[in-house]
Structure formats: structure tokens, C-alpha cells
């Protein structure tokens, strides 16, 4: 019987062919990411709490998409306006969360850039509008407002779930 090293079997891992980071360099990373990123969850949850959840939350995508529907208070500014309208529209002492349509689309991360080119505070809303309604929050459409239930094969019963 042939004995194989742990560094050899470890090298044989897709997970493990790549180490991980170090400790201090994962802490890092994992700090830096949190301060780009907001979950929908605990966006929804600072938007139903009582008094100014402290951030403005602003949706990039085109008209006919926010139509269908969007954040409850939300901005609407297309990230190609951004650079013409953002002064108009925003307060640059107040941070801004943004999104787009899901995790397959950068429209939240480009409008993001463009604001924080001209000296914003911003960060990125993770699921975008897709993961609001999987997880049942309410959202409003050029009709009024709806809710839809969560997605039971997707959104946690409740945070706990998901370990968060």
C-alpha cells in the first residue's frame, strides 16, 4: 500500500490546491469586503427601523426596470446620469448603498465607482432587487406597492438560518 504525503493529497483537493490565506491576511480581506458591501438583509432591516437609517439607497438600473419595481425610498439615478445628477440628487455627507438588478450584474458596482469618483461614500448592496424579493421584502412598482412571499427554495426562514 502506497502512503501519500499530505501535502500531496491536499495538492490533489480543488478546494486546498490554493492554500488559504493566512489568518491576519483572511482578516484583512474579510474586513475590507464588509465595508464595500451591504447585505440585503441588513439593509432591509436599518430601512424598517424607526428614524434615519443613516445611508441613502439608490438604484442604477434603467427606467423600465425600476418601473417593475424597486426599493421602497429609493433614489432612482441610472449609472450613466450619475456623473450629471448625482449632486442634484444626493447628499454628499450622507453614505450611498448601491444596486442593480442581481449577482449577475455590475450595475451596482460601476455606479458605485462613479460615486465614489466624485468623493461619495458608498457601498454595494450583495443580491440586489433579484434577492430583495427572493428573501419577500416589500417593493414598490409603478402601480403601487407589492410584496411577494419569499422564495422557500432560496431566502432563509429568518436571518438565524442563514448564519448570519
Given at each position: 500500500m502506497v502512503m501519500t504525503s499530505h501535502s500531496t493529497a491536499l495538492a490533489a483537493n480543488p478546494v486546498l490546491r490554493v492554500p488559504p490565506a493566512s489568518p491576519a491576511a483572511a482578516a484583512a480581506y474579510f474586513g475590507a469586503s464588509l465595508a464595500f458591501h451591504a447585505d440585503v438583509s441588513d439593509v432591509a432591516s436599518a430601512l424598517a427601523a424607526d428614524g434615519d437609517p443613516g445611508f441613502v439607497v439608490l438604484d442604477s438600473r434603467?427606467?423600465?426596470?425600476?418601473?417593475?419595481?424597486?426599493?421602497?425610498?429609493?433614489?432612482?439615478?441610472?449609472?450613466?446620469?450619475?456623473?450629471?445628477?448625482?449632486?442634484?440628487?444626493?447628499?454628499?455627507?450622507?453614505p450611498v448603498v448601491t444596486y442593480c438588478w442581481g449577482p449577475g450584474c455590475n450595475g451596482a458596482t460601476r455606479a458605485a465607482l462613479a460615486l465614489a469618483q466624485l468623493g461619495f461614500q458608498v457601498k454595494e448592496m450583495l443580491g440586489g432587487f433579484e434577492y430583495w424579493v427572493r428573501e419577500g421584502f416589500a417593493y414598490e412598482t409603478g402601480e403601487g406597492g407589492e410584496r411577494r412571499a419569499a422564495d422557500p427554495l432560496t431566502a432563509p426562514v429568518d436571518a438565524a438560518d442563514c448564519g448570519c
Open positions: 434603467s427606467t423600465a426596470s425600476w418601473d417593475q419595481g424597486h426599493l421602497p425610498g429609493a433614489v432612482h439615478l441610472p449609472t450613466a446620469l450619475i456623473p450629471e445628477q448625482a449632486a442634484a440628487l444626493l447628499d454628499p455627507a450622507v
